[in-house]
T-cell receptor, first 111, second 115 residues
Framework: QKEVEQNSGPLSVPEGAIASLNCTYS??????FFWYRQYSGKSPELIMS????GDKEDGRFTAQLNKASQYVSLLIRDSQPSDSATYLC???????????FGQGTRLTINP | DAMVIQNPRYQVTQFGKPVTLSCSQT?????MYWYQQKSSQAPKLLFH???????NEADTPDNFQSRRPNTSFCFLDIRSPGLGDAAMYLC??????????????FGSGTRLTVV
């Protein structure tokens, strides 16, 4: 089992709708979780981090964490064409100073 | 502005010809990482430095080496690039006190092409 798993997509969502991205992880001891956005040909950009069970909201973005089920999700409300990108989920590798990334979900927002 | 800078943005090298990619940071972060990312794949960690301590990933080929002469700079050396080494190379930094709990700051990446 991979440490971090995401559905690679592509995921197509109409403009203005809610985009929902999911990520599961294998290490029950993980304490922090990150979502990065990566535009084609660019480097990843941190958009959300979450450390506690429940929801964390930042503008149009909401991260949801469920440690019992070992999944973390990202919701994007009022999706815009500029949200079209690959979204990477990342989790620290236990006992190590490094992040493990999922393969990313490619999201396309259709005008 | 404090940042992580990678040079060059694009690098074309010949098969088998040594190449060096550079990364500098003004954040004074203790940890510097090198990731390789191939098309439609997850970034894959090659190695990282915690201060001067080098940490190699078990599956990183010997063809890849790294140097960190001081806090600000880190280099990735590919001794004999093969066609399979064509990828985006990402440098990232983090604070030691936060580590991955605080997330990374990424450079803009270097796109390596091997001809």
């Amino acid at each position: 089992q991979k440490e971090v798993e995401q559905n690679s997509g592509p995921l197509s969502v109409p403009e203005g709708a809610i985009a929902s991205l999911n990520c599961t992880y294998s290490d029950r001891g993980s304490q922090s979780f990150f979502w990065y956005r990566q535009y084609s040909g660019k480097s990843p950009e941190l958009i959300m981090s979450i450390y506690s069970n429940g929801d964390k909201e930042d503008g149009r973005f909401t991260a949801q964490l469920n440690k019992a089920s070992q999944y973390v999700s990202l919701l994007i409300r009022d999706s815009q064409p500029s949200d079209s990108a690959t979204y990477l989920c990342a989790v620290p590798s236990q006992g190590a100073q490094k992040l493990v990334f999922g393969q990313g979900t490619r999201l396309t927002i259709n005008p | 502005d404090a940042m992580v800078i990678q040079n060059p943005r694009y690098q074309v090298t010949q098969f088998g010809k040594p190449v060096t990619l550079s990364c500098s940071q003004t954040l004074n972060h203790n940890v510097m990482y090198w990731y390789q990312q191939k098309s439609s794949q997850a970034p894959k960690l090659l190695f990282h430095y915690y201060d001067k301590d080098f940490n190699n990933e078990a599956d990183t080929p010997d063809n890849f080496q790294s140097r960190r002469p001081n806090t600000s700079f880190c280099f990735l050396d590919i001794r004999s690039p093969g066609l399979g080494d064509a990828a985006m190379y990402l440098c990232a930094t983090s604070k030691d006190s936060a580590g991955p709990r605080g997330g990374y700051t990424f450079g803009s990446g270097t796109r390596l092409t091997v001809v």
